[in-house]
């Protein structure tokens, strides 16, 4: 049976060779994005191919945008898997429920439209495959969702009434090989380009721009399809197209991205480049450009809008990389598949480390032992190939592009062979990365993800067993610190490896944005929420910026981690070090600052003087005398790296790095004590100072006029992500642990309640059912008259064998409370193993801006190390610096919300106060908790302070 063109293994008919993409010439360009008339099928074969004819009335098909998915326009839904393919495995076949989107456009040419030359019709981007018509002749088909491709149409247009046709089928036999982690979207939802060729036009060209740094020299050859002249008027370069010149340059890094502006001119098109001069190359088991080695603060980057999925608006583009570049990020792998080539083109200008990804992941062959598996089927090779060279001659001018990346997550086979040595034959200026081959036979680098500290340690000190050719490759991490939810956690323990084994050179977060698409009654879906099946929940929301692209904790905590300078010293000393941890940049673009906080205010600021440092350098300066201060003031150097100018991508003063330096003694304040004797009141009420007490029970009623439900230890927290782990693994998570222990629903039962002479001590024991675990809990009250003073300790009973999620108290404040100030950590959350961002100071939210909006509910918003808080009416003060939480709804209630719109605000504030969080880790997909960070249960206490705010 002769197999339809959509479900053969080609990659289609028709189309022309690929060629270097670019974004202008002063040939004529038009753009045929916009309204276009739109019918969806249910299978292929519902509707002919007369619409492709002239004179098709589609006066009953509906509107769609192009570029853009139908599904997140009406049409269908979309659908999320991982791993899995949403249809049975029985490749190049896909099933006969087919949606098949018709797309028609009818244009009429410019009225400067040349008469003479060819043009060609470029489509950027189809998901999933596509057959095309112009004026009722078929032009060809086509897959590869997310490269290029162009067809030569010139004898068939006409001035006016041109009918474009185009028949997308979601499933295809490329379909297959597009088993990313993702979103299943299909469309026409990257440009469609008219393009006039005339005669004497480029044709392909590859610009061959090196750097020798012993030298300092650039040396440029433009290969072109067509021949002609270079000129690159800064250098005073004017040669002919394949002739090499070599003249003094500054080079192109990310760190310094040194752009020249060039035209390449053939008789028939003047086309402006952009020239950047580096050479990669792996020396001595290292990846080094223009002979230095580089350390990537990566990210893999998915193509994301919430509302345009893979169709993104050049300004989404750019915001992607200004963000990048705000928060210290020099590298981005373009997990997985090509991008829109503009965004390249902002690598370039604006300055990352590329590694670009071809289109292919055939991940779902896993679930079948790799059994049929295309990459090592010699049928599928052709597309493989096509695949290959439809990344390497789009991408192939882009000074940003310093790695090419045969895909992910593919197991192994021959067409990966073929796939590299097809590269590396057409260009050998780039190196070859490939993650899921461990013998590392076609590529340069060892790469792996989710590899643990422990490992990582190993791998960088030469130590880990494997294939000898493996041994000699520098390495990196192509993903990492899973961002799903609250976290990632540990990636300041990871950044300490990079920076201490020179074989690390980075690695790229998983991921950058959260895939959740914009819905009417869940704020953000992700999948299950469309009725699909199979589907793989939120773990398609796994980014370092929220789905609107507001960053998340993540991100800051990140941005943090992989300053390009340290800023390290000893406050009391008044000495600052300062270490250039770029590794082409001096520090000459950036000022440094320094400001005195007494008790987390600003009181003095001024300006230090940094020496110049090369990169890798140090430099030690002083700070000038602190100004004098009372006596029980908390005192720090805050300093400050920030851009001495505006740059290309963040403005003068913006935030590059810093650090705090304790300036003072480190001694709190004493906690006050009971002066004031406990009185019984009317009855069962009994008071303490400013405080009421249940006198049977036990409970805080209330400080002053407020107040005060439900105080009492609390050990629960609303599950992340990466508690919850990687469902797929046999080994049950720590959250799993938590709830078969039943640490969701302990058991208070009062042993005492005591009034003594200078104050009130409650006992009680507090424990899950069916356990003899216990946490043996007293809460020791005291009064000095003004203000009311907790001292809880606990003592854990029995052989625990798990962390405890949080342990604290918490209690609610009935009628609510809004604006809440703090000194302590802030501005954003965080935890024990994120709290690398979290800076020292007085700080000032409302309830509701507290809480961090991760897409699917779960612990968030804890500020750590509390000197004091006010809230709701109350001073709260502690010389145990504890973590504070208030929400306006219960750790349960938050525990059960699928999305952030099942939550809503009752009119009670919920405040924890913790003296203990576990830390958060990245077992979402990746290692749990580092042991340091794990809150084991052991005697604990825990000092508050209470008063009416103001008093
Ligand atoms: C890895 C994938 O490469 C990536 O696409 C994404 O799915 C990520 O995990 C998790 O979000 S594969 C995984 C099995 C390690």
Redesign the pocket.
Same mark, same amino acid.
């Given at each position: 049976m002769e197999l339809p063109h959509h479900e053969d293994v080609s990659p289609g008919t028709g189309s022309l060779p690929p060629r270097a993409w670019y974004a202008t010439s002063d040939a004529a360009a038009f753009s045929l994005n916009g309204p276009w008339r739109f019918r969806l099928s249910p299978t292929p074969d519902a509707e002919d191919e007369a619409f492709a004819a002239d004179g098709y009335d589609s006066t009953a098909w509906d509107d769609i945008t192009v570029p853009g998915h139908w599904v997140l326009q009406g049409h269908g839904a979309p659908h999320y898997t991982? &791993?899995l393919y949403p249809f049975p495995l029985d490749a190049p076949r896909v099933p006969t429920e087919n949606p098949t989107g018709d797309h028609l456009h009818t244009f009429d040419l410019p009225a400067a439209w040349p008469r003479e030359g060819a043009a060609v019709l470029r489509f950027d981007g189809v998901d999933s495959c596509a057959r095309v018509w112009l004026n009722g002749t078929e032009l060809g088909d086509f897959k590869g969702s997310r490269l290029a491709h162009e067809f030569a149409v010139g004898e068939l247009l006409r001035p006016t009434g041109n009918v474009l046709a185009v028949r997308v089928h979601q499933w295809s036999a490329g379909s297959y090989l597009e088993d &990313? *982690?993702q979103w299943w979207l299909p469309g026409i939802f990257r440009d469609v380009t008219l393009l006039h060729r005339p005669a004497g036009s480029a044709g392909d060209f590859f610009v061959h721009a090196a750097y020798d740094h012993r030298a300092g020299t650039g040396t440029l050859r433009v290969d072109a399809g067509t021949a002609g002249r270079v000129t690159v008027p800064a250098l005073g370069i004017d040669v002919p197209t394949s002739r090499s010149v070599t003249v003094p340059v500054e080079p192109w890094t990310a760190e310094t991205p040194r752009l020249y502006d060039a035209v390449l001119a053939t008789p028939g098109e003047r086309i402006p480049l952009r020239v950047g001069f580096r050479t990669v190359a792996v020396e001595d088991g290292v990846i080094t450009v223009n002979g230095r080695p580089v350390l990537f603060r990566g990210v893999n980057r998915h193509e994301f809008h919430p509302e345009t999925g893979r169709a993104l608006a050049p300004d989404t583009m750019r915001a992607d990389v200004l963000l990048m570049k705000r928060h210290n990020i020099n590298a981005v792998r373009t997990? %997985?598949y090509p991008p829109h080539p503009a965004f390249l083109d902002l690598c370039d200008e604006l300055g990352l480390w590329v590694i670009d990804e071809c289109d292919l992941e055939t %991940?779902g062959f896993q679930a079948v032992g790799w059994r049929g598996n295309p990459v090592d089927d010699d049928r599928w090779t052709p597309a493989l190939l096509d695949r290959a060279a439809r990344m390497v001659e789009r991408d192939k001018n882009h000074a940003s592009v310093i790695m090419w990346s045969l895909g992910?997550?593919c197991g192994t086979g021959r067409g990966l062979t073929a796939m590299a040595d097809w590269i590396r034959a057409r260009d050998a200026g780039r190196l070859l990365h490939y993650e899921g081959d461990r013998s590392c036979a076609d590529t340069d680098v060892y790469s792996r =993800?989710?590899a643990d500290h422990a490992e990582v340690e190993r791998i960088g000190r030469g130590e880990d067993e494997g294939p000898r050719r493996r041994a000699g490759l520098p390495f990196l991490l192509c993903?990492y610190a %899973?961002a =799903?939810g609250n976290g990632p956690g540990g990636l300041g323990a990871y950044q300490r490896l990079f920076e201490t084994y020179e074989r690390l050179q980075g690695g790229f977060v998983?991921?950058w944005i959260d895939h959740g698409i914009a819905h009417p009654a869940y704020g953000y879906a992700y999948g299950g929420d469309f009725g699909e099946e199979p589907h793989d929940g939120n773990?398609v929301c *796994?980014g370092l910026l929220f789905p609107d692209r507001t960053p998340s904790p993540g991100l800051v905590e990140y941005k943090k981690v992989i300053e390009p300078v340290r800023i390290e010293g000893d406050g009391r000393a008044g000495t600052v070090a300062v270490t250039n941890l770029h590794d082409f940049a001096g520090l000459a673009h950036l000022a440094f600052t320094w400001s005195y906080d007494q008790d987390g205010v600003p009181v003095a600021d001024g300006v230090l003087a940094v020496p110049p440092v090369g990169p890798g350098g140090r430099a030690e300066v002083k700070l000038p005398p602190p100004p004098p201060h009372g006596p029980d003031t908390e005192t720090q150097w805050t300093v400050r790296a920030v851009l001495a100018d505006a740059t290309a991508w963040a403005p003068r003063g913006h935030v590059v790095a810093w650090a705090q330096l304790p300036a003072g003694d480190g001694r709190t304040r004493p906690v006050p004590d009971g002066a004031a004797a406990p009185r019984t009141a009317d009855g069962h009420r009994l008071t303490l100072g400013p405080a009421a007490f249940d006198a049977r029970t036990g409970d805080l009623l209330a400080l002053g006029d407020r107040a005060i439900t439900g105080l009492r230890l609390d050990v629960w927290r609303a599950p992340t992500d990466n508690d919850n782990g990687m469902p797929w693994r046999p080994e049950p998570s720590v959250a799993a642990r938590w709830r078969a222990l039943g640490l969701h629903r302990m058991r208070h039962r009062v042993d005492a309640v005591e009034p003594t002479a200078d104050g009130l001590t409650v006992r009680t024991r507090v424990a899950p059912a069916a356990s003899d675990l216990a946490l043996r809990t007293e809460y020791r009250w005291t009064s000095d008259g003004d203000r009311l003073t907790l001292r809880l300790s606990v003592t854990p009973e029995g052989d625990w064998t798990q962390p405890l999620p949080r342990l604290g108290i918490s209690f609610g404040l009935p009628g609510g409370a809004d604006r809440v100030r703090w000194f302590g950590g802030g501005p954003g959350e965080a935890y024990p193993d994120t709290a690398t961002a979290s800076l020292l100071g007085v700080w000032e939210s409302d309830v509701d801006a507290l809480q961090t909006p991760y897409v699917r509910p779960q612990e968030n918003g804890a500020r750590p190390g509390i000197r004091w808080a006010e809230l709701g009416g109350l001073r709260i003060e502690s010389a145990d610096r504890p973590w504070l939480t208030a929400r306006r709804w219960t750790t349960h209630q938050l525990d059960a919300a699928a999305h952030r719109t099942d939550l809503t605000p009752g009119d009670t504030v919920w405040v924890t106060l913790d003296a203990g969080q576990h830390g958060i880790g990245t077992n979402s997909?990746g290692p749990g908790v580092l042991p340091q960070y794990a809150l084991h249960p052991r005697p604990t206490t825990l000092r508050c302070v209470f008063a009416p705010a103001g008093g």
């Amino acid at each position: 049976m002769e197999l339809p063109h959509h479900e053969d293994v080609s990659p289609g008919t028709g189309s022309l060779p690929p060629r270097a993409w670019y974004a202008t010439s002063d040939a004529a360009a038009f753009s045929l994005n916009g309204p276009w008339r739109f019918r969806l099928s249910p299978t292929p074969d519902a509707e002919d191919e007369a619409f492709a004819a002239d004179g098709y009335d589609s006066t009953a098909w509906d509107d769609i945008t192009v570029p853009g998915h139908w599904v997140l326009q009406g049409h269908g839904a979309p659908h999320y898997t991982n &791993q899995l393919y949403p249809f049975p495995l029985d490749a190049p076949r896909v099933p006969t429920e087919n949606p098949t989107g018709d797309h028609l456009h009818t244009f009429d040419l410019p009225a400067a439209w040349p008469r003479e030359g060819a043009a060609v019709l470029r489509f950027d981007g189809v998901d999933s495959c596509a057959r095309v018509w112009l004026n009722g002749t078929e032009l060809g088909d086509f897959k590869g969702s997310r490269l290029a491709h162009e067809f030569a149409v010139g004898e068939l247009l006409r001035p006016t009434g041109n009918v474009l046709a185009v028949r997308v089928h979601q499933w295809s036999a490329g379909s297959y090989l597009e088993d &990313q *982690d993702q979103w299943w979207l299909p469309g026409i939802f990257r440009d469609v380009t008219l393009l006039h060729r005339p005669a004497g036009s480029a044709g392909d060209f590859f610009v061959h721009a090196a750097y020798d740094h012993r030298a300092g020299t650039g040396t440029l050859r433009v290969d072109a399809g067509t021949a002609g002249r270079v000129t690159v008027p800064a250098l005073g370069i004017d040669v002919p197209t394949s002739r090499s010149v070599t003249v003094p340059v500054e080079p192109w890094t990310a760190e310094t991205p040194r752009l020249y502006d060039a035209v390449l001119a053939t008789p028939g098109e003047r086309i402006p480049l952009r020239v950047g001069f580096r050479t990669v190359a792996v020396e001595d088991g290292v990846i080094t450009v223009n002979g230095r080695p580089v350390l990537f603060r990566g990210v893999n980057r998915h193509e994301f809008h919430p509302e345009t999925g893979r169709a993104l608006a050049p300004d989404t583009m750019r915001a992607d990389v200004l963000l990048m570049k705000r928060h210290n990020i020099n590298a981005v792998r373009t997990s %997985h598949y090509p991008p829109h080539p503009a965004f390249l083109d902002l690598c370039d200008e604006l300055g990352l480390w590329v590694i670009d990804e071809c289109d292919l992941e055939t %991940h779902g062959f896993q679930a079948v032992g790799w059994r049929g598996n295309p990459v090592d089927d010699d049928r599928w090779t052709p597309a493989l190939l096509d695949r290959a060279a439809r990344m390497v001659e789009r991408d192939k001018n882009h000074a940003s592009v310093i790695m090419w990346s045969l895909g992910n997550e593919c197991g192994t086979g021959r067409g990966l062979t073929a796939m590299a040595d097809w590269i590396r034959a057409r260009d050998a200026g780039r190196l070859l990365h490939y993650e899921g081959d461990r013998s590392c036979a076609d590529t340069d680098v060892y790469s792996r =993800m989710y590899a643990d500290h422990a490992e990582v340690e190993r791998i960088g000190r030469g130590e880990d067993e494997g294939p000898r050719r493996r041994a000699g490759l520098p390495f990196l991490l192509c993903e990492y610190a %899973h961002a =799903m939810g609250n976290g990632p956690g540990g990636l300041g323990a990871y950044q300490r490896l990079f920076e201490t084994y020179e074989r690390l050179q980075g690695g790229f977060v998983w991921e950058w944005i959260d895939h959740g698409i914009a819905h009417p009654a869940y704020g953000y879906a992700y999948g299950g929420d469309f009725g699909e099946e199979p589907h793989d929940g939120n773990f398609v929301c *796994d980014g370092l910026l929220f789905p609107d692209r507001t960053p998340s904790p993540g991100l800051v905590e990140y941005k943090k981690v992989i300053e390009p300078v340290r800023i390290e010293g000893d406050g009391r000393a008044g000495t600052v070090a300062v270490t250039n941890l770029h590794d082409f940049a001096g520090l000459a673009h950036l000022a440094f600052t320094w400001s005195y906080d007494q008790d987390g205010v600003p009181v003095a600021d001024g300006v230090l003087a940094v020496p110049p440092v090369g990169p890798g350098g140090r430099a030690e300066v002083k700070l000038p005398p602190p100004p004098p201060h009372g006596p029980d003031t908390e005192t720090q150097w805050t300093v400050r790296a920030v851009l001495a100018d505006a740059t290309a991508w963040a403005p003068r003063g913006h935030v590059v790095a810093w650090a705090q330096l304790p300036a003072g003694d480190g001694r709190t304040r004493p906690v006050p004590d009971g002066a004031a004797a406990p009185r019984t009141a009317d009855g069962h009420r009994l008071t303490l100072g400013p405080a009421a007490f249940d006198a049977r029970t036990g409970d805080l009623l209330a400080l002053g006029d407020r107040a005060i439900t439900g105080l009492r230890l609390d050990v629960w927290r609303a599950p992340t992500d990466n508690d919850n782990g990687m469902p797929w693994r046999p080994e049950p998570s720590v959250a799993a642990r938590w709830r078969a222990l039943g640490l969701h629903r302990m058991r208070h039962r009062v042993d005492a309640v005591e009034p003594t002479a200078d104050g009130l001590t409650v006992r009680t024991r507090v424990a899950p059912a069916a356990s003899d675990l216990a946490l043996r809990t007293e809460y020791r009250w005291t009064s000095d008259g003004d203000r009311l003073t907790l001292r809880l300790s606990v003592t854990p009973e029995g052989d625990w064998t798990q962390p405890l999620p949080r342990l604290g108290i918490s209690f609610g404040l009935p009628g609510g409370a809004d604006r809440v100030r703090w000194f302590g950590g802030g501005p954003g959350e965080a935890y024990p193993d994120t709290a690398t961002a979290s800076l020292l100071g007085v700080w000032e939210s409302d309830v509701d801006a507290l809480q961090t909006p991760y897409v699917r509910p779960q612990e968030n918003g804890a500020r750590p190390g509390i000197r004091w808080a006010e809230l709701g009416g109350l001073r709260i003060e502690s010389a145990d610096r504890p973590w504070l939480t208030a929400r306006r709804w219960t750790t349960h209630q938050l525990d059960a919300a699928a999305h952030r719109t099942d939550l809503t605000p009752g009119d009670t504030v919920w405040v924890t106060l913790d003296a203990g969080q576990h830390g958060i880790g990245t077992n979402s997909c990746g290692p749990g908790v580092l042991p340091q960070y794990a809150l084991h249960p052991r005697p604990t206490t825990l000092r508050c302070v209470f008063a009416p705010a103001g008093g």
